[in-house]
């Protein structure tokens, strides 16, 4: 089988003693004795319509012939994501764990989505620029499936479930997100008597705002005033919410849920009580950076 080129007309003929043994290309396309022989930029081009743009198989068939003159099997564009799926599990997974495992901020969550014909969980653990993602069940086990998080001893931010708490080598941070999506759903069901909710919310957005100040001007801690000011006003709003909380006479299944996050507020505060000389220094990532919405694009996508 040749290749006859449509613009110089060169004919180009496979020959698999022409790729040495030790070629990483070598294994990526058909095996050796296949009638037919598909080389690793196309078998890319392939991935990238089908993975990268979520183009159906014949959509993406068409247009890779329109583009590259390549008029490759249905069977081959069906089959390009377990290909690829392989090639990254053999050669990159190992190289993303390390890198992510060694990230001084790391973002961990976790979602529902569809895989194997079944609902499953979508792990991600990502900074801004990287983005490992796995599938399991949502057991510590399927957590640290991933290879990331048991070797992470940075910043870890994360939500309040429960499955990440065995990760005791790394200090935890609540996702900013939840610091303001939480106190809103508490704000929003009962806005006179729960007022603490939005002032925990504007004290998260006056602390990122402080901190993405400070890191424009090359800072790595917030000035000490500054800090001095947000713990005061997250302080203020926690001991009025859990006066609203005890205190208030509100519909029971608000005043439980009011309960929960004043609690869990004050349990986020508990867990970084470190010497006040080191605690601007979590605060940084604490509230600021590693919750930005493209840090978690690769979540949304799996979604």
């Not at 100040?213 to 000490?224: F, I, Q």
Request: glycine share 8%; net charge positive.
């Amino acid at each position: 089988m040749s290749k006859l080129c449509r613009c110089c007309g060169a004919v180009t003929t496979p020959d698999w003693n022409a790729v040495p043994a030790t070629d990483p290309c070598r294994d990526v396309v058909a095996a050796p004795g296949s009638p037919v022989r598909i080389g690793p930029e196309t078998l890319a081009r392939a991935a990238l319509l089908t993975c990268g743009h979520f183009l159906p198989i014949g959509r993406a068939r068409a247009l890779l012939e329109t583009l590259t003159g390549m008029d490759v099997s249905t069977g081959l564009l069906a089959g390009v994501r377990g290909r690829a799926a392989r090639t990254l599990e053999k050669r990159f997974v190992a190289q993303m764990q390390a890198l992510l495992a060694t990230a001084p901020v790391l973002h961990a969550d976790e979602t529902t989505g569809r895989a194997a014909g079944a609902l499953s969980y979508v792990h991600v653990a990502c900074t801004e620029y990287l983005t490992l993602m796995h599938v399991g069940g949502r057991t510590q086990g399927d957590i640290d499936a991933g290879g990331v998080l048991p070797a992470f001893s940075g910043v870890l931010v994360r939500d309040g479930y429960a499955g990440y708490e065995h990760l005791t080598q790394a200090p935890h941070a609540w996702c900013g997100a939840r610091w303001v999506r939480d106190p809103r759903s508490i704000s929003d069901a009962d806005p006179d008597g729960q007022p603490w909710a939005l002032a925990m919310a504007n004290t998260v957005i006056e602390a990122h705002h402080a901190a993405r100040v400070a890191r424009e001007r090359g800072a790595t801690a917030l000035d000490t005033a500054v800090l001095a000011g947000i713990r005061n006003h997250y302080l203020g709003a926690l001991a009025r919410g859990r006066d609203d909380t005890l205190r208030s006479e509100t519909v029971p299944a608000v005043k439980q849920a009011a309960n929960i996050i004043a609690l869990t507020s004050e349990n986020i505060l508990s867990e970084v009580q470190i010497p006040r000389n080191q605690h601007q220094v979590l605060m940084l990532p604490m509230f600021c950076e590693s919750c930005r919405g493209r840090v978690t694009t690769g979540e949304r996508r799996a979604r």
